[in-house]
């Protein structure tokens, strides 16, 4: 039977990431954001963990299609990407992502994001040759009724309302 005591070294995760990663492009991003009014929700200025590395965190998972707080927790403690945006601070429980997501970010969720467009813009990441919809079909008693459709991103990452007939 071998024995699994190992030594356990510090490990440096930047050389673990390669140069061209997607974590390190949105770390650098999300740098340069401003963060005023997600501080400001906070009445002390003590916390855990830094509310700019969650939403970091949340951004990366969102990138990656995990969406669950649970999935959230297993990834920063498994996923080395994760754990450099966390730098070495411990993995926060997946009840603290819930709460910052539902409670903390709901606020200025819409104002961050829009930061991280016009930051991605600045950068040349996005085009908005694409103009992604979100829209719903509806039954209509009337067919001459108009479906409502959101235009998420117009030409210069305007926000458009636009109705089309059926």
């Not at 071998?2 to 673990?16: A, G, M, T, Y």
């Not at 929700?41 to 509310?51: A, G, H, N, V």
């Not at 070495?88 to 992502?97: C, S």
Request: hydrophobic fraction near 35%; charge should be positive.
């Amino acid at each position: 039977m071998r024995s699994r005591n190992q030594l356990v070294l510090p490990l440096n995760l930047e050389i673990k990431i390669e140069k061209n990663d997607p974590v390190r492009k949105l770390a650098e991003i999300c740098d340069e954001l401003d963060y005023t009014k997600l501080y400001s929700l906070y009445l002390r200025s003590w916390r855990k963990i830094d509310p700019a590395v969650l939403f970091e965190i949340l951004v990366f998972a969102y990138m990656n299609g995990i969406y669950s707080s649970r999935d959230i927790e297993k990834a920063c403690k498994n996923d080395i990407r994760f754990m450099w945006l966390l730098q070495d601070e411990p993995v926060p429980d997946h009840p603290t992502f819930a709460r910052f997501q539902n409670e903390r970010l709901a606020g200025v969720i819409e104002e961050l994001f829009c930061q991280l467009v016009e930051k991605l813009c600045d950068l040349g990441e996005i085009s908005y040759k694409n103009i992604f919809i979100d829209g719903t079909n509806r039954q209509y008693k009337n067919r001459s009724q108009c479906q409502q459709i959101y235009l998420c991103l117009g030409e210069g990452g305007r926000k458009e309302s636009t109705k089309i007939k059926k």
